[in-house]
Structure formats: C-alpha cells, structure tokens
C-alpha cells in the first residue's frame, strides 16, 4: 500500500472544516475507484458517472457525520454504490463487463499481473462469461474483491453487507464459478 | 490463493471500464450548496436578484423588457447585469433521464430533429411541457448539445456586458449570444425546475412555433445557424 501525501485523514481534516481545495483531492485520489466501483453496479457509464458525481456531493455533505480516524474509503465507497443502486433500480438492463480489445492501455492505471498471463484469450473471455452469469449478489462480490480488488471491508460497505455475508458469498461465488468454468 | 483467484485478478486488470471522468471539476461549486433541494434553485435565484440590483445601480442602458421585445422570443428571457453570478464552468447538466430518439419522440411529439442523428437522447419530465436534450459527445463531454422546450417552460439567459446578443433570422424568431452567459431553465411562476444556474459558450436560440431550441457548443454563428435550418 502506497501512502498518498497527504494522508486521507489529513485531507478529511481539513474538508472538514470547509477546505474544498482539501476535498478536491481527496476525490482526484479516489474519482477512479468511486467511478469504476458505480459501474460494476450500475451497469452504464452514464449512470455511474451520475452516482459517483452524487456520492461525493453527499459524502461532502455528510463529513460532519464522519469518525474522524476510521477509513475514508469504504465509507465512500458505501455512499458511490448506494447511488449506483439507486439508479440500477430505476434503469433497465445492465451491460455486461466485457474485456478490452488485445494491446489496448489499462485506462485505469492497473499494473500488470505478477503473476504473468495465466490465461489464454480464449479462456478470459470465457471466465468473463461465467462471472457475468452468475447471480447478482455473486456477480458483484467477485467484481468487487477481484476485478476492483476491494478489501473484504471495502466490498462489505459497497455492497451494505455484513463482513461475514461477503466470506460466505465470496466462498460459493468461486464454487460456482468452478463448477462453470472447469 | 487458487489459480482461479490468481485468474479472476488478472482479469480485472482487463476489463474494459469507460475512461473516468473529471468528478473532481464537476462537482467544484456544488460543494456549498444546502442539502435540500428546494432551496438550491433559491440560493440561486437570490444570487442573481442581488447581482441585478447591483446592476441597476450601475444604471445599464438596456433594460429587461426592452430586451424581451427586441428578441421576440417568448419562451427565453434575458437579465441584463453589470458581472455575471459566479456559477460553476461546466455545472452539471441535468439532463434527466436517456431515452431512445423513438421514445422521445413518443413522449414530446412535438421535438424537432436537425440532421444527423445524436449519440444520446435525453428526457426531463420535471419541467411543463418536458425538455428534450439531444448530445453529440459524451453526458461528461459534450461536443453539442440541443435542448428543446415547450408550453410553460422558459428559459433565462443571464448575459453580462461581455457577452453579445444578436437578433438573427431564423425560425420564428432567434438570436445570437456569443461570449460566456449563465443559463437556467424554469417555468413560468419562475420557479426553477431542473439543473442548477451554469455557465454556458456561445448559444444559438431560436422559436418554431410553440418549440423553443437552443443550441450549445464551440460553434461559430455561421455553423451554428447552419444546423438549426436543418431543425424541422
């Protein structure tokens, strides 16, 4: 984990007490996770970029309500989804996530696997379908804790479960995974 | 972690996530804005009579009626001040909510449609008579954008000693606004029903019978008055 200077709860500080410059950067730090997190859920760009817009509108609004010392993240991360469910609620279909074209840039900055390239094209594209045809609840857990790469707490707030429920989720949204994708 | 953990996170650095927008410039200048609802179009409103008041002060030649007649347009209205209200760059369009060109024209029979079909088609049921939004370009970035009202909506233009406003020809009535102006959209009673005060660029308004167009973009009056002939 790389530390940002400022410290999130430095810039939450000083937000606090009305620095919007302060708040600026704290949504320049987070835009592209509060962003990418909103489309996972909503399903559109257009909508996610609504619901991140509103989330840190809100979130803003909300710093008074705000415990000084807990983690900036999940608490927004928390406000952006309630948005993107929100406005998935009153939408029609989701698309799909789908893979970007062969030797296109990484648009969110995402480093290269370690790990190097374990799968083919042939089966990325047919694990995507197979996370794609899960249920909802599991299409998101995974999304969450792998494609975003949330923590367990993270993924917890964005979703409004319990840290439990997101173990046990998480746990059959891989069985079933295996069971399609093998 | 199981190869197929180690696969799914190689898989999330594929996929393909529209690009992020600027939130951080969108949301500049909504910051201070009260919670509810109903008292950001006050807050703006307010903003705007002060700014006027001023105005008056400064005695400015023309006054609001004088420029109502002159364009001849009878859903905009225009308030002359001496320095435009501070509102945000880009502001948020509220655009309401993307429909199909079919659905919108189901919905607002009576839209007009220039040439060439637009990338996204949007609908605000909030005003009277509704308010149709055509974009060229992205909801973040828009290249052109058209908005169609009718019946008791209006328009209100705030144009400040910098911006030129021109009669021009078109339609049953139109004009020119070229230079940085403040748009609202509200409805008769003058309350304020959709979007907060923005800053808009060079506008092109104009009247087809009960259908007030204005047309938004980095556009030269020439090209802009080219496109709204092909409006019918």
Redesign the interface.
Known sequence: MVSRPPEDSQLVERARSGDEDAYEELVRAHQGIAFRTAYVIAGNAADAEEAAQEGFVKAYRALGRFRAGSPFRPWLLRIVANEARNRRRSAGRRAALSLRAAGEESSGGAAPSPEGAVLAGEDRERLLEAVNGLREEERLVIACRFFLELSEEETAAALDVRLGTVKSRTSRALEHLREAYD | M???????????????????????S???G???RP?RLWRRPAAVALAIVVVAAIAAAFAVPQSRSAILDWLGLRNVSVVRVEKLPVVPATG?LDLG??VTLDEARRRAPWLRLPEGDPD?VWLNESLPGGKVSLVWG???RVRLLLTEVTGRAYIEKVVAGDTQAESVDIGDAGAWFQGPHVVMFRDRDGRFHDSQARLARNTLVWQLGDVTLRLEGGLSKAEALRIARTAS
Do not use: K, M, V
Not at chain 2, 2 to 24: C, F, N, S, V
């Open positions: 199981t190869e197929l953990e180690t696969a799914l996170r190689q898989l999330g650095g594929e996929i393909d996530y529209p690009p992020t927008p600027d939130l951080a969108a949301i500049r909504r910051l201070e919670t948020r909510r993307q996204s992205t909801p973040s």
